[in-house]
Each structure stands twice: as structure tokens, then as C-alpha cells.
């Protein structure tokens, strides 16, 4: 019954809620731009979860590692259709393939005379060289899409699909070993800015420069991202500078670093991110600061960040510990912030098996306007509209 009456009152609410401001969603679409509102977005997106044998090995050897990865999301396309606006991608390098195609995990099971379990890679995608999307290398490494670039292919194919939604934000995390120290045998690859420049080529293999907003964009005439992010909607900004518009930015992808002791690597010989495209978490007053992490900050940390003109991603939950207890506390503080981006294990399409725990919008929307950087009339009915699922 609940369920039924938020339904009812988001469809008359909220168109009401635009009819009073007597605008259209194209005319709100030329002033808010896209540090302006709030999206959900989920955790290591392309987590499919643990396979039964795998799961009890994990148990007798390491309890609490099994606790926090008990979570799994659908395919990626899935994800976006069910209302999410921000995926996380973990990447390994793999320049001549075939580094991390025999998980440790499968011997580990058969030596425990467990039965085995499906073929995490019947396709043999991880023989090839490219980029590898898994969690935890020998462990925890079932995926949606094992390479990169597969990834990256399907959420294209849905935003063509559906060319009118908000942009995507992509979150990509390079996983490697300690900064400074040797790659171990079998270990992850390091990323160095060679690497980098890979990652990039691989991005731009499957999206082209007007399906992204890049650095480049961002930054425009002025002479650092900082200068740009921090002028965004003030009345003496440059003209094609700064964070766009939702009339420039809808379907398209922006994509964001998650670590940031990798930022020197990747601003290397580009300083301001000039050539690259992905905005780094950055360290705020930093010449390529546009992007930020701030998961575990308070409110008024993350509001600050917000009104500077920042790209913020928080998270709502995390190692399935709010989920199996169905504490929201966390998530009501990321919600009630400047946050644009909000990450979760649990979307509401995917509620935590425990306790029904899910992290969304109120009335179900697909974005709001955001609480702290959003003008006055803003609308959040006209912010995704139903034709852009």
C-alpha cells in the first residue's frame, strides 16, 4: 500500500510542481547544469557476485572478506534502466592478455574436494590483451563484463537507446599494487602513464568526443580546470566553459577517477588534464581539480565542496554492514548533502536481500534537483523524463 501511494502522489504531485513554475523541461534543461542535481549510483557495478563453492572457501579461510562482499548487481544496462546514474568500474592492466585468466580461487576450490563451480570466463575474454574489470584478483573476480571495453559497449548501446537521459557518470578505479614497489608474478600490472594513455585509447574506442564530457570541455578558455569548475554558472563565466548545461550534457558520459594517489601519474605531461578524458579525484585547489571524492565527510564538509563548483561522489553504505541492519543514517546524510552522486550497493531496483535496505530518491526519481547547489524553480519532474528510461 505504501508502495502504491508514493507511486500516486509522484504522478500528481510532481507534474503539478511544473505546471506552477509554467516551464518546460527543454527551457529547464538551457539553465541547470549537471553539478546541479542528485543521482544514485552503485558500487562496483559490475559485481555479479560469489559463486557457491567459491563463497565456502572464502568462508573457512576469511569470514569477514565473505561478510562484505555478499552483494551482487545486474548487468550493467539493467542498472541504468532501473533509474541508476552512476557506475563504478574496476580495472586491471593486461597488455599481452591472459594475466588474470586462472583465479587462485578455482584451485582453492577443487583442493577442498568442493564442487566446481560455472566457468567464470566460458568466452575466454580474459586471454586477450586490454583492460580486465573484477573486484579482487584470485578471489572475488565474476563479472558482467570482464573486459573494459565490453563494459563500455554496453552502456553505449543503452544510451543510444535512450539519447535523451542525464549523463552517466563512470567512475573508474585502476586497481595495482602498493605505489613504488615491483609488480609480483601474476600480480596486477602497474599503471604508469603509458598505461594511462592505454586507458584513454580505450575509452575513446568506444565513445567519441560529442558522446563525452571531457576535461578539454570542461576547462574551455580558461587556463585550469579549478579556474573553470569554480566560474560555472556566474554571470562572468566564459562562454563554453565550465560544467554544461543539461541541454549540452544529455546523453552523453562523463567519466572520473576514483583513486587519488594516481593523479600525478595521470596528469603527467597533461597538466589541467589537457588531452585526457577522465577528471582525476583531484585534491581541492588543485589546478585539475573539477572532481572529488568525499565518502566519508561530514555534511557541511561535502556542502562546502558542492558551492565551489565541485563534482562530488559520496557513499551511502558500505561492506553490507548498514544493509543487514537496515540503517539508513549514512544514506539520509548523503542525500540531504551537496552530493551529486550518491553510491550504494543497494539501488532501489536491487534491495538488499537481509532487510529490504535500498538507497534511492523520494517519489522513485531518476535525479533530483540537487539540495544545495540546485537554483530556485528547479524542478525535479522535469529533470528525467519518463521517455528517457
Known amino acids: 500500500m505504501r508502495t502504491l501511494l508514493t507511486i500516486a502522489a509522484t504522478m500528481i504531485l510532481l507534474p503539478l510542481a511544473a505546471v506552477a513554475q509554467n516551464i518546460t523541461a527543454a527551457q529547464q534543461d538551457q539553465s541547470i547544469r549537471i553539478n546541479q542535481i542528485q543521482v544514485i549510483g552503485s558500487h562496483n557495478s559490475y559485481h555479479t557476485g560469489i559463486a557457491p563453492s567459491e563463497r565456502k572457501v572464502i568462508e573457512q579461510q576469511n569470514p569477514k572478506a565473505m561478510y562484505a562482499l555478499d552483494y551482487a548487481h545486474a548487468p550493467l544496462a539493467d542498472q541504468l534502466s532501473g533509474g541508476v546514474r552512476q557506475l563504478e568500474i574496476d580495472v586491471y592492466a593486461d597488455t599481452k592478455g591472459g594475466r588474470y585468466a586462472h583465479p587462485a580461487i578455482v584451485d582453492k576450490v577443487a ?163 589537457r588531452g585526457r578524458v577522465i577528471f582525476t579525484n583531484a585534491t581541492p585547489g588543485a589546478p585539475d581539480a573539477a572532481f572529488t571524492e568525499a565518502n566519508s565527510a561530514t555534511k557541511a564538509e ?36 551537496g552530493a551529486q552522486m550518491l553510491s550504494t550497493d543497494y539501488p532501489a531496483s536491487e534491495p538488499a536481500k537481509w532487510t529490504g535496505f535500498f538507497v534511492g530518491l523520494p517519489h522513485s526519481l531518476v535525479a533530483r534537483c540537487n539540495p544545495v547547489t540546485a537554483p530556485a524553480g528547479c524542478v525535479d519532474a522535469l529533470l528525467e523524463p519518463s521517455s528517457a528510461k
Open 111 to 273: 583442493a577442498a574436494g568442493l564442487p566446481a563451480d560455472p566457468d567464470f570466463d566460458p568466452k575466454h575474454e580474459m586471454d586477450k590483451p586490454g583492460f580486465k574489470v573484477m573486484h579482487v584478483l584470485n578471489v572475488d573476480q565474476r563479472s558482467s563484463c570482464h573486459t573494459f571495453v565490453a563494459c563500455m559497449v554496453a552502456v553505449r548501446s543503452w544510451s543510444q537507446q535512450h539519447p535523451q537521459h542525464l549523463p552517466i557518470f563512470i567512475l573508474v578505479e585502476t586497481k595495482q599494487g602498493r605505489p613504488g614497489t615491483a609488480p609480483t608474478a601474476g600480480g596486477p600490472e602497474p599503471f604508469t602513464s603509458a598505461t594511462f594513455d592505454a586507458l584513454d585509447a580505450e575509452i575513446r574506442s568506444v565513445f567519441s568526443e560529442k558522446e563525452m564530457i571531457t576535461p578539454d570541455q570542461v576547462r574551455g578558455s580558461y587556463g585550469t580546470l579549478l579556474e573553470a569548475v569554480q566560474a560555472s554558472g556566474s554571470a562572468l563565466a566564459a562562454e563554453n566553459s565550465g560544467w554544461p548545461t543539461l541541454a549540452k550534457a544529455r546523453g552523453k558520459v562523463v567519466f572520473l577517477m576514483d583513486q587519488r594517489p594516481v593523479e600525478a601519474v595521470y596528469t603527467e605531461g597533461h597538466p589541467s588534464l
Open 302 to 337: 561535502i556542502d562546502a565542496l558542492a558551492k565551489q563548483g565541485y563534482l562530488i561522489r559520496t557513499r551511502t553504505d558500505d561492506g553490507t554492514v548498514e544493509a543487514r541492519n537496515n540503517d539508513h543514517t549514512r544514506a539520509d546524510l548523503a542525500l540531504s548533502s
